[in-house]
């Protein structure tokens, strides 16, 4: 989750670094490694991408993950110096805090995801309602309750047209370092008669290789420290607490 901006508190501890004697500078910027796990998914060699069944193609397609970049914030109280408090010495009602800013890498997207590509061949309109999705990883199925294939059920596709639905499962988190996932569509629809009644229904299967690779960065740590008001300092706690619950 991403860390509330502090558009009060960066105001006020930038107008104190203006003010700041040299022995009140903020210690030299430091650098850390960052890193993040990025999962490589291939299709296994006697997997089809594309299988057609009763005129339905459907294509399952892996996404791209890449590492990105982002930024978070800790705000803690600290004790001033001596120089700072000679500065501002109307300080009864205020706070002296320290900002401390690093940045941290994670996968884009965040959850496993598959592409489903629907090439309708039917002359009728093909309606994913009623399919379920299955994913298994490394042998275990995984709980309906962590997959979100809504926009594949939900979706409909005219006869000889094409359309693409994503497909979500677990968080990359919560996924071992290496192993199968099986993608499964079952009861798709892929036959009607004249008056809508289904008459046939088709299941999918697929197979691929997941492995993580570790992608490291380097990244800076900085740091800003200043005075503020105690209402601001108590609704910024406040943010930054909500911010660490909801990670």
Do not use: H
């Not at 960052?34 to 998914?41: A, D, K, Q, W």
């Amino acid at each position: 989750m991403k860390t509330p901006k502090l558009a009060c508190v960066a105001c006020c501890l930038v107008a104190f670094v203006g003010c700041q004697t040299p022995s009140q500078q903020a210690p030299p910027t430091r650098t850390i490694p960052i890193s993040c796990n990025l999962p490589t998914i291939t299709a296994m060699p006697e997997t089809k991408e594309a299988q057609e069944k009763g005129g339905v193609e459907i294509a399952v397609v892996p996404a791209l993950y890449k590492s990105e970049k982002k930024n978070k914030s800790v705000l803690a109280q600290a004790r001033p110096p001596f120089a700072a408090l000679l500065l501002n010495p109307d300080s009864k009602n205020q706070v002296y805090v320290v900002e401390t800013t690093t940045a941290y890498l994670e996968p884009e997207p965040k959850r496993l995801q598959f592409t489903v590509r629907v090439n309708n061949k039917l002359p009728r309109v093909f309606r994913g309602q009623g399919a379920v999705v299955q994913i298994n990883v490394a042998g275990k199925m995984i709980p309906f309750g962590n997959l979100d294939y809504k926009e594949f059920i939900d979706g409909i596709v005219p006869p000889r047209n094409e359309a693409e639905f994503n497909i979500y499962g677990p968080a990359l988190s919560s996924l071992p370092e290496k192993g199968t996932i099986g993608i499964f569509l079952y009861d798709v629809v892929t036959a009607t008669d004249t008056a809508g009644n289904v008459t046939d229904k088709q299941n999918y299967e697929w197979y691929f290789d997941y492995s993580t690779k570790r992608v490291e960065e380097t990244a800076a740590i900085q740091t800003r420290q200043g005075f503020i008001d105690v209402l601001a300092y108590q609704q910024a706690m406040m943010r930054q607490q909500r911010g660490q619950q909801g990670q």
